[in-house]
């Protein structure tokens, strides 16, 4: 399975930014949990958020609560992080991960790149201030 993440860009500080991410099989992801992560210059990369494959739960990293909203629509295929207020330190490159999950997988512990089967390739995020 190929994800694609698309939709980053150059923003000021405040601003918002819409990432998509897609898979190259139409009904794969309705069966996977989506994540995103986030790699900046010089550090490892770390998890932003996940959401489960029916959309119910979200789990985010408390660094983006309340600024980021994970979502997702199976029906078009794709899955988006909303990231509002955006600050200096969102600036990496974000990538969105899957895994093929049981309708009631428990995606709270799904914050290691380890539990994820199937990457994409990153969409730079850079915010000025």
């Known amino acids: 399975v190929q994800l694609q993440a698309s939709g980053g860009g150059l923003v000021q500080a405040g601003a918002s930014l819409k990432l998509s991410c897609s898979t190259s099989r139409r009904a794969a992801i309705s069966r996977m949990a989506v994540g995103w992560f986030r790699q900046a210059p010089g550090k490892e990369r770390e998890f932003v958020s996940v959401?489960?494959?029916?959309?119910?739960?979200?789990v985010y990293a408390d660094s983006v609560k309340g600024r980021f909203t994970i979502s997702r629509d199976n029906a078009k295929n794709m899955v988006y992080l909303q990231m509002d207020n955006l600050k200096p330190e969102d600036t990496a490159v974000y990538y969105c991960?899957?895994?093929?999950?049981?309708?009631?997988?428990?995606?709270?512990?799904?914050?290691?790149?380890?539990?994820?089967?199937?990457w994409g390739q990153g969409t730079q995020v850079t915010v000025s201030s």
């Open positions: 959401v489960s494959r029916g959309g119910s739960s979200q």
């Open positions: 991960a899957a895994r093929d999950t049981i309708l009631t997988w428990d995606i709270t512990r799904m914050t290691k790149e380890s539990d994820y089967q199937f």
